[in-house]
T-cell receptor
Framework: DAKTTQPPSMDCAEGRAANLPCNHS???????VYWYRQIHSQGPQYIIH???NNETNEMASLIITEDRKSSTLILPHATLRDTAVYYC????????????FGAGTRLFVKA | DGGITQSPKYLFRKEGQNVTLSCEQN?????MYWYRQDPGQGLRLIYY???????QKGDIAEGYSVSREKKESFPLTVTSAQKNPTAFYLC????????????FGQGTRLTVV
């Protein structure tokens, strides 16, 4: 089973920040938090990942709590094209990408 | 352009027939993966390969087979032994087994009638 818990769906107004939470209370010390998103009927797209420090790239920011048991993906200015299913996964930094993806959070960005 | 290509995008087969899904990458990645996705569900790992001529079963390997004769290619065969083969199949690759993201193809939607 997936080691993360995410709300099944969320709404966000266009132009506002979208904050997607993820719980990973059983995360191990060598496991990273990864975020992907999947637009309908396409392959998942990598967004961002981190170990314990907050991370930011051109797509999003990742905030990881100090105890690493939860994280939040932030899309700073959501657009209609950000409507997708967002997956939070944890995986060790060895052993390849064998992680099971859970059901994710379906984000609806509304005009 | 570098990327990972799955073909075809849509595939229809009659029940009882084997079918092979193609996955090719020109990213020079060592590791490749196959996932299955059912409607409204997440992704489940079928098979993965960390290096040429080697592959391991994932969580739902029954009824599937793979080969990894070339670094660029990781075809998946859905056999007649797979009880419920209709699904969306996704192939992915990553540089290796260390901290790195995986890149996904656009998927093949298989319908068995």
């Amino acid at each position: 089973d997936a080691k993360t818990t995410q709300p099944p769906s969320m709404d966000c107004a266009e132009g506002r920040a979208a904050n997607l939470p993820c719980n990973h209370s059983t995360i191990s010390g060598n496991e990273y938090v990864y975020w992907y998103r999947q637009i309908h009927s396409q392959g998942p797209q990598y967004i961002i990942h981190g170990l314990k420090n907050n991370e930011t790239n051109e797509m999003a920011s990742l905030i990881i709590t100090e105890d690493r048991k939860s994280s939040t993906l932030i899309l700073p200015h959501a657009t209609l094209r950000d409507t997708a299913v967002y997956y939070c996964i944890v995986r060790a930094n060895t052993g390849g990408f064998k992680t099971i993806f859970g059901a994710g959070t379906r984000l609806f960005v509304k005009a | 352009d570098g990327g990972i290509t799955q073909s075809p995008k849509y595939l229809f087969r009659k029940e009882g027939q084997n079918v092979t899904l193609s996955c090719e990458q020109n990213l020079n990645h060592d590791a490749m993966y196959w996932y299955r996705q059912d409607p409204g569900q997440g992704l489940r790992l079928i098979y993965y390969s960390q290096i040429v001529n080697d592959f391991q079963k994932g969580d739902i390997a029954e009824g599937y087979s793979v080969s990894r004769e070339k670094k660029e290619s990781f075809p998946l065969t859905v056999t007649s032994a797979q009880k419920n083969p209709t699904a969306f199949y996704l192939c992915a690759s990553s540089i290796g087994t260390l901290n790195t993201e995986a890149f996904f193809g656009q998927g093949t939607r298989l319908t068995v009638v």
